[in-house]
């Protein structure tokens, strides 16, 4: 068992460096691997070698130091690493040392930690089923690890053995196993699994009803204040790293009709072609704060919207789904927004960002209106601009100018981008410049893959001299960064680019969110989109149709991109609201059966007879509650029958013992008054024997000298030869112990 | 509980969660912290008032068990703090397991039964097996490591034996064993048996108090009579006026016959036996030095008494042990009589041979101490009609010399042996149990 408990320990432990060192990007974690093989071979097995529990002190000093030289010369990601590597340098500690119990409980502890670090590095689908994996290996390892220690102590410590303060002796501990078995049989196996089931079980229930009561304001990954709520990709904040699965989801996120809006005509497939172009782009949030790979909103006042309605010429009409986000999109140089719902439009005046305010956050479709106006982005906003007052302008400069400012901890980027556009004279030209060098010079290519490769660094920076490869966050974040490096205007956009026309609708999917730039040039703002052409072979490729395989990966990513981006808002709308509702449901119906309307039985039936809702999860949850109350009313009905048994039992023992011998019961009341009771071991032949020989004297006095016997007699008749008393007997007897009773009595 | 409670009046104080994640959220809060108020009461009640816990089950967290809850705190508050919900599905995946082995262990240790096999009395210093046999009466599941510990309980202390069940399946019994050697004579209380667990993850232990009640009787510890308990026996024969029983030739007993040898006496030749077998055969007699002995055992101790005090008052019951053995076995016609003076002295007549020896090891077993002082009903018991020897084993053996010392011939013929081990270690070789 000794081997087994050895390999699980070792496989476990690599298993957990093999997912840090892909969630980190770096080797560093993979090497657990070889420390592992080379312990299980050379110090578990073989027993050549192993580090004494000194040395391992001055190894573990030596992990400390080289954890805290790169926790405090690096940022806030690499201080995370940094704790991440000491605990990759504590396992190989462990794992070169002669182990005992408390090695191998350690082994597992670090082995579990590496594997929350890594939860902090990567949310990728992978990174889901290594932990379903791991857990499970978790289980099984702990479980045998539990029986070798059980066992192994009880044989250790089997000795006779004196103990101190229990002075009256010693004991020897017993160890009860079948010996023809081995212990890591089929039971133990099937044991471990059905307990690992549960618990994955009762941990996925946890995960979804552990309410995001988020601490605070601040991000994993900076320790400065955040200020939105959802983590999704086109929130007020923008983790770089975060989208990379939203863009292969290919659920969908809006559909967009359009409409003259002078007239109310839809708008033709040719029409709506020409019109938004092969790539277009909706604008959702911008980013204007960028901090350590995390952008994030700058803080405006929300004014509502009004109505221009009357100079607008097109009507976009979308229906965006419940994604938990209160940001709106829309196409082109929008005029307005409206909506005949009951939440109200806001808008903010510098970043031209719209969302919605007030009334229910609701699971169904959001339906609003955007009014445009063919040509640029900017135009009416520009328009608009000129007619504000002082105020609106002194602050929209002072927006500006903290837009244009370059962060000095980026000076890397900003020499960069001057070495770029040493040529370029006009602000136009800088900007064209620095997006042609992202896009097309070849040196950068678009990815999916978010590995780091020097997480001392930025990750813009990072992205920028080492690794050459990301999604559009990369790109715009760095395009943005390199234009405020030349003392440019630049924000950072988040929306969807391109779409899945279907005649005259269009289908926006999270596979098409991406990021760009707008750029303040010449009292404008222009639109860049860094981002290589790849990208949209890539969303391409995802739109069409797939395998079987891939529709499966992608309900899982749906799934597992819905749990791990849930924010407080979404727990409430997808968990805690249906399970409401549902609750809700089942009170109002049972309300009505006990009124007596049996309409929502009624429909109950006619949903069972759909055969098209037994394979429903609906259908998954009748069965699963019939199954629960069938069992309920199986146990329910074995425990009451059970105890109907004991008390009818019990009432026919009593019965039989004293209902039918009455009167013999009368006999021994009256005698225990004389001070003399049957004892239990006394037959009541031998008890009114022992009695008559003193009372004898008295009972001849009132002409009953033999009719004890007779009474006994007449008991053991009713007792145990089943012949029960004639109504005439009964009364003779009654009559003798009275005349017994008040014979006594007076003797008394 | 203290968190149950404080989450629930959190919850009814603000009504954070409700405004958070609306009524289902307030509702599963408030259930949950309701569970852990009622829950953790029910812990407290059980481990301060353990008659109220029902059947008996309690709750331990091992220190594996602490150390896995300090990383799902460590790991929740960062989910928390860093919005990060990988963090957090690792947190509710350490959860799963954590609860599932509380579960499990609990639902291992319902419908167990155990029954332990004893035997009534031993000796001190003797090592034996008790047998426990575990029961699992359940349908499902197999119960895993199951850890019996029974409790040995004895006025002057206690121990806690231990038998490891690997697993016992379901509708099964499994038969367990574990060795036990007592050191200290008297009544021994066995029960009750406590079985925990913690399988199948080690993270929490649960166990069930059954209450599976016995007594043991353990005798006093007997050691050798030297060489010179014999020869000191000689000379107080010698010193003691005697009628010897007329019950053989030559005033001896019949020893045992044999067949004859040249050299021996023709008159011993028994004549009947050698005809019935056809060879001669001579009775063999054995000079019978055997007399009637009166054992009295003063094992006195002073009211403040020091563990040598004690001691000395263990052997002179152990001595005394050891004599009555001694004599019952090796006399066969004089008689025994004993005197143990204690708090409820005890007398003790018996016949020849050793048939009632066990009435006598069990006084000696179960007898009191006393610090009581010295009065004349020591020596009550004390009259041979000149037929036996008086032996007074006490711890005070200069008192008792005293009062022997006294014109009383009832005392004058008694022998007093002092307990402490200078005075009795020529005689008397203590088995010391280490």
Known sequence: MLQVLQISTTILVSFAGIIFASAEGAPLGAVSVLVALFSLFFIDWQKDFYVTTFVASILGFCAFI???????????????????????????????????????WWLFALGMLQVAVSAVLTNALWYGAALVGYTFLAC??????????????????????????????????????????????????????????LSFGMAMLFFLFTPRVWIGQYSIYGDSPVSGKALTGFTEEVRLGDMGEILENNATVATVELYHHQTGIRFTEREMLDYFGSEPLFRGSTQEIYELGNWSHFSQTNLPMTNYSETAKIRQQIELEPIGIRTLFGFGNIVALSTQSEQSINQQPYSKVFSRRGGRDSRSVFTYEVLSNPGKVDLEAALERLSWSVQQKWEFREYLNRLSRPRRSLSRISELSRNITRNSTTQSEIASQIEAYLRDSGEFSYSLKLDIQDASIDPVEDFLINRKQGHCEYFASAMALMLRGNGIPARLVTGFKGGVQNKDTLTLQQLHAHSWVEAYIDDHWQTFDPTPGERNDSVSSLEGPRSMYVNMKQGFLNYWNAGINMSPTQQKEMIYKPVEGVVSKVGTTLKEVFDGNLTSVKQYFEFLKSPRQWVSWQGGVFVFLVLLFVSGLVWSLKKISRLLMRNWKRQLKQQRTYQQVEFYNRFRKIMHTQGYSQKPAETAQEFVTASLKTLQTKFVEVDLEHWPEELVQKFYQVRFGNQPLSEQDAEQ??????????????TK | MLLGLSLVLYEFRTGFIQNSLGVGGHVAILICGTAFSVWGLKEIISSHWPRFAGRGYHFRLPIEGGMYIIIM???????????????????????GPFILNGWYTFTMLRSLYVRREIPKRIMAGETFTASIVLENRKTWPTAWLMNVSDSVVHASGYLSPEVLFVNVPPRQE???HYQLRLKKRGKYQLGPVDVTTRFPLGLVERGVILSVQDELLVYPRTGHLKPDWRRYLQQSIELVSHVRP????FNDDLYRIREYRPGDDPRMIHWRTSARMSELVVCDYKESRDRDLILIVDPWVSPKASDEESDDAERALRFATTVCMDHLRNSRESSLRVTLFGKKSVHWQGGTGDQHLE??????????ITNKSLDDSLFADCDTNGRGRVLLITTRPEQVSKLTAGPDLRTSQVQVVGASLQSISMMYLDDVIT
């Not at chain 1, 103990?163 to 078995?181: A, W």
């Not at chain 1, 007897?733 to 009595?745: G, N, P, V, W």
């Open chain 1, 66 to 104: 080289a954890a805290g030289i790169e926790f405090f010369n690096g940022e806030i990601e690499s201080r995370l690493l940094s704790g991440g590597h000491l605990i990759v340098y504590l396992t190989w500690i462990f794992l070169v040392q002669k182990k005992e119990n408390r090695h191998f």
């Open chain 1, 140 to 197: 099984w390892t702990l479980s045998v690890f539990q029986l070798y220690r059980a066992t192994n102590d009880h044989i250790a410590s089997a000795l006779l053995t004196n103990q101190p303060r229990l002075i009256v002796g010693s004991t020897r501990k017993g160890l009860s196993r079948d010996v023809d078995h081995n212990l890591l049989n089929f039971r133990f196996f099937s044991t471990t699994s059905f307990v690992y089931v």
């Open chain 1, 733 to 746: 007897i009654q009559a003798r112990l009275t005349k017994m009773e008040s014979a006594l009595l007076e």
């Open chain 2, 73 to 95: 705190i460590v790991l929740f508050i960062g989910s928390l703090i860093g919005r990060s919900n990988p963090l957090m599905l690792v947190f509710s995946l350490m959860v």
């Open chain 2, 174 to 176: 499994r038969r367990g």
């Open chain 2, 246 to 249: 007329q019950t053989g030739p």
């Open chain 2, 359 to 368: 009435t006598l090891l069990d006084a000696l077993a179960l007898f009191e």
